[in-house]
């Protein structure tokens, strides 16, 4: 079993920034692809950004690259993600999960665990 608490949102201003983290206890940290979704009122839940189990490689929805990066300590069990330049449209639930897989993974039904989720809302 792995456990994840999301920390870091909150109400911020268009353009503003946030740092989300997650961390994690339970099964060793490293040999878990993690991933950030959201899910917006109304909407489903969809895939952010993605991080491998060394942090070597990443992959993001199009609409956040260039604004977004995941990273990982896998010394402290958490995965972040920094989130630059926010738009009203960013506006959602932000969850973070764990895929004891290899490669990258885009799809939440690959994940096996799930944080509680933390509020971000972005104003105009």
């Known amino acids: 079993q792995v456990q994840l608490v999301e920390s870091g949102g909150g109400l911020v201003l268009a353009g503003g920034s946030l740092r989300l983290s997650c961390a994690t206890s339970?099964?060793?940290?490293?040999?878990?692809?993690m991933g950030w979704f959201r899910q917006a009122p109304g909407k489903e839940r969809e895939f952010v950004a993605t991080?491998?189990?060394?942090?070597?490689?990443?992959y993001y929805k199009d609409s956040v690259k260039g604004r977004f990066t995941i990273s990982r300590d896998n010394a402290k069990n958490t995965v972040y993600l920094q989130m630059n330049s926010l738009k009203p449209e960013d506006t959602a639930v932000y969850y973070c999960?764990?895929?004891?897989?290899?490669?990258?993974?885009?799809?939440?039904?690959?994940?096996?665990?799930w944080g509680q989720g933390t509020q971000v809302t972005v104003s105009s």
């Open positions: 339970g099964r060793t940290f490293s040999r878990y692809v």
């Open positions: 991080i491998t189990r060394s942090g070597a490689s990443t």
């Open positions: 999960a764990a895929d004891d897989a290899v490669g990258i993974t885009v799809t939440a039904d690959r994940y096996d665990y």
